[in-house]
């Protein structure tokens, strides 16, 4: 199903709504295949699925319950290109003591013992085409959420905007931001 | 300026295809009033090439094997181009750094049929890899020769293929490049001028061949910036300055300084003594 989204072009539930309405009652036999469709072509555009990761890291426990801000494990957000993701040191800091024994902790504890990095699984993907700077966003108060969704309250993290060009120049036409070709074109 | 004015007004209704509006010349980049540059004083260049390796390396540029530089087919975003004044013994090699001139009034602009390539409001003339389609008219359209086509695709041996600048797009088959005044790093410093909430200083902003160049032969300025070195430079040696194809009305961005040799026309002379006694 991952494949099938991949290949349709991305649209909000809302033209879902308006498109199928336009177009279903000439086709009321095609209907069922035509709404399925084009639910497929609205979850596209709303969520994707979250990649497995190499360790069950929970946001909603870190960042939800234990409310460690997010500059804490994403250093680079404020002042660089990449938020980056935090080196097993980090998580050491508190799990060469927290719940030592849970498997998944072995698991972290066995990369901090090797010295290899965990390899996580991006989420997040602009094409190499595209130049995305974190802190230029972050500077003029956009929130993490307004992009990423609620990623306190989520087990596993997933994509929920869509992130393309449409949606980025909306939102840079909105707050009077650059939208020449060359701020975001390599 | 009217011109541009109306061409923006002409714009300002533009639908694309897809049925999405494009953004008219107003609404497009910073409104500083910034015009990227550069000033070149050929008195002080020797021809090192040091400008043509540091590009190749800042931007991606695909190597020149011997064949491609045979079929013509070799990239240089910045070449020299070596002129022999005078016959030998008597002869001097003169050179010209060649890049992109960031016309004003750009020729290649005009004739792109989707948009890929067109001005910035920062005086730059921008290629947009990924909206190429590799028409190939705005090379010929520039009467510079600076665009280059990709006629294959880019290929580095083992271990350079690990030193690509990731700030910079790696061109596939087909479509146009050309130099961009390394724009990344244009981009770069002013979201860093912007986190430290500061204006831009005069001459942070280095592109490859600049910050490369062992004479200070090659220097980038913001030409509106009256505050600049070069700037100021271009002004003061008015008699110097010239830019390249000047009587094509393209408005380059790049101005040349040269001294007219005064003993130029004596070499002249001589050759022609030279010729009647031989």
């Known amino acids: ?186 | 300026m009217s011109s541009s004015a109306n061409e923006a007004a002409s714009r300002a209704s533009a639908v694309s295809s897809m049925g999405q509006t494009i953004p008219t010349d107003a609404e497009v980049g910073h409104p500083e009033g910034v015009r990227w540059g550069m000033v070149v004083d050929l008195d002080r260049c020797t021809g090192c090439q040091a400008c043509v390796v540091a590009c190749q390396a800042e931007n991606n540029i695909a190597l020149n094997e011997e064949q491609r530089v045979l079929e013509r087919r070799a990239k240089t975003w910045i070449r020299i181009e070596r002129y022999w004044e005078g016959e030998f013994p008597n002869a001097k090699a003169r050179f010209i750094p060649v890049l992109c001139q960031h016309c004003g009034n750009a020729p290649c602009e005009t004739v792109c049929p989707v948009w890929a390539t067109y001005h910035n409001n920062e005086g730059l003339n921008v290629q947009v890899y990924n909206r190429c389609i590799g028409t190939r008219f705005c090379a010929n359209g520039c009467p510079y020769s600076v665009r280059y086509f990709n006629f294959w695709n880019p290929e580095w041996p083992e271990p350079m293929n690990n030193q690509l600048n990731p700030d910079v797009t790696v061109r596939t088959k087909g479509i146009i490049e050309k130099c961009t005044f390394c724009v990344q790093r244009i981009n770069r410093v002013q979201v860093t001028a912007k986190t430290e909430g500061r204006e831009i200083r005069s001459g942070e902003v280095q592109p490859a061949c600049a910050q490369s160049c062992p004479t200070s032969a090659l220097v980038f300025c913001d030409l509106n910036d009256p505050e600049s070195a070069p700037a100021q430079l271009a002004e003061a040696e008015a008699g110097r300055s010239y830019t390249l194809l000047e009587h094509f009305g393209t408005d380059p961005g790049v101005i040349y300084l040269k001294k007219v040799d005064p003993h130029a026309e004596i070499h002249e002379d001589e050759h022609v003594h030279a010729g009647a006694h031989a």
């Open chain 1, 1 to 186: 199903m991952q494949y099938l989204t991949a290949l349709l072009p991305r649209i909000t539930l809302k033209q879902a709504l308006i498109l199928g309405g336009a177009s279903a009652p000439p086709l009321v036999g095609g209907a069922g295949v035509l709404a399925i469709l084009l639910y497929l072509m609205a979850a596209g555009g709303t969520a994707t699925p979250a990649p497995e990761q190499p360790i069950a890291f929970d946001h909603s426990v870190h960042a939800g319950d234990a409310a460690i801000p997010c500059e804490f494990c994403h250093r680079g957000v404020g002042s660089q290109a990449a938020a980056t993701v935090p080196s097993v040191e980090q998580c050491m800091f508190c799990h060469s003591v927290v719940k030592t024994d849970s498997p998944q902790i072995q698991l972290l504890q066995a990369h901090w013992d090797t010295n290899t990095p965990v390899n996580w699984a991006r989420v997040h993907r602009v094409p190499d085409h595209v130049r995305f700077v974190h802190a230029p966003h972050i500077q003029a108060g956009v929130a993490c959420e307004t992009c990423h969704g609620d990623v306190a309250s989520m087990e596993e993290v997933k994509q929920v905007r869509s992130l393309a060009m449409g949606d980025c120049q909306g939102c840079h036409r909105e707050n009077s931001a650059s939208l020449d070709c060359a701020t975001c074109h390599k």
